[in-house]
């Protein structure tokens, strides 16, 4: 996880071109410029991710990020929510109070930081998530309050900072130190003589375009590399990004699904335009193909898996060249392509629907080439 200076910058990341292929123009502009959070992919497993990231890459900040819950156990994801939901609800109604506040000479009251006061919002954010639809509301606030209340005490203790269990912790400091100690990827996660570690590199540059409607324009490009290996010994570079998994095995079906590989394409680029070009010194040193190391959570293995070139130029540029124009294969655009469509929209200040509709009032087909 980046500090909060990264994420504040509104240049586009790997992670911003991965999500335009299935956000509008609307919903990428809330979460990507505007910074509106997203709540949908929280549970216990993202939860972990973002621990071992803190906590291998920028530890100093984890207390900052996370509050240790007193509480042997959590409630389940679908009760977390609800009562996320509850105490959301409550701040805002408060800020809103706040506000009026500063303007009327009569202060309106604030609401009690309780379920009890607040039956309300509780069955309001139960019924959001359709929990137990078949329950009396009752027996629904009367669960609900059973199960979190504890909790909804320590969001209000812990202000706002991510609270996790101590078995997700202890869960989390395990996987760490097998990292640390294997055989096969101590080296990548303890400097040693002549090897030299950098967490957590922000990368910042800017990307020249010719858009779709023939104008130019400039896009600022920001990447946060987990791990580049400077070995001074081989005289060599490297990109590492670490990932976790339910199964490290079959690793190769998540580098497909989540595009793992344009992730490492795009950072192989800003490396070159950025850190190298800033950094005459290391002009000899080869640039080794980028690698993710995998903790497989459940067998406690950490796995290593390598790119080449060719994938690294796919994801880029498309496969468009290596096809020789077979029109019953696939083809596949690369993040270049992506970085074109976002441009004209940041060029034009224009999120509210696709550059195709917008210009064409429809957007064409092509099962092909899309």
């Not at 005490?153 to 996790?164: C, D, F």
């Not at 400097?191 to 800017?206: A, H, K, N, V």
């Not at 080449?308 to 270049?336: A, C, E, H, M």
Request: hydrophobic share 35%; glycine share 2%; aromatic share 14%.
């Amino acid at each position: 996880m980046q500090e909060q200076s990264y994420f504040n910058n509104k240049a586009v990341s790997q992670s911003s071109i991965k999500a335009w292929k299935y956000l509008s123009p609307k919903k990428w502009k809330a979460k990507f410029i505007d910074k509106i959070e997203d709540d949908d992919d929280e549970n216990s497993s993202f939860d972990l991710g973002n621990l071992l990231d803190t906590m291998l890459f920028t530890p100093h900040l984890l207390k900052e990020r996370f509050y240790i819950s007193k509480l042997d156990k959590l409630p389940s994801d679908t009760e977390r929510k609800i009562t996320e939901c509850i105490y959301t609800e409550i701040c805002r109604i408060n800020r809103e109070r706040s506000e009026i506040n500063k303007q009327s000479p009569e202060e309106i009251p604030y609401l009690s930081m309780t379920f009890e006061d607040n039956k309300e919002i509780v069955l309001s954010c139960v019924k959001n998530e359709k929990w137990n639809e078949r329950w009396g509301d009752d027996a629904k606030y009367n669960t609900i309050y059973k199960n979190g209340n504890d909790y909804f005490k320590l969001l209000v203790e812990s202000k706002n900072r991510k609270i996790i269990s101590r078995n997700l912790l202890d869960q989390a400091n395990e996987l760490i130190l097998i990292l640390k100690n294997h055989d096969r990827t101590k080296n990548y996660f303890t400097p040693s003589e002549g090897i030299e570690l950098l967490f957590q590199l922000e990368l910042f540059t800017s990307i020249f375009l010719v858009l779709e409607d023939n104008t130019e324009f400039n896009l600022p490009l920001k990447g946060a590399l987990d791990i580049l290996v400077i070995n001074h010994n081989e005289k060599s570079i490297q990109i590492v990004d670490f990932k976790k998994a339910g199964n490290a095995h079959q690793f190769l079906e998540n580098v497909r699904k989540y595009g793992y590989c344009d992730q490492l394409s795009f950072y192989y680029f800003l490396l070159k335009e950025t850190f190298l070009k800033e950094n005459k010194k290391y002009e000899n040193y080869e640039i080794k193909l980028p690698i993710n190391i995998c903790i497989d959570i459940q067998d406690k293995v950490p796995y290593i898996y390598e790119y080449n070139k060719t994938d690294l130029f796919i994801s880029k540029y498309g496969n468009q060249s290596f096809l020789n124009n077979d029109p019953f294969v696939k083809v596949r655009k690369g993040w270049l392509s992506s970085l074109q469509k976002i441009a004209w929209h940041y060029k034009n200040d224009f999120f509210e629907e696709p550059y195709e509709l917008h210009k064409y009032n429809k957007i064409k087909l092509d099962l092909i080439h899309d």
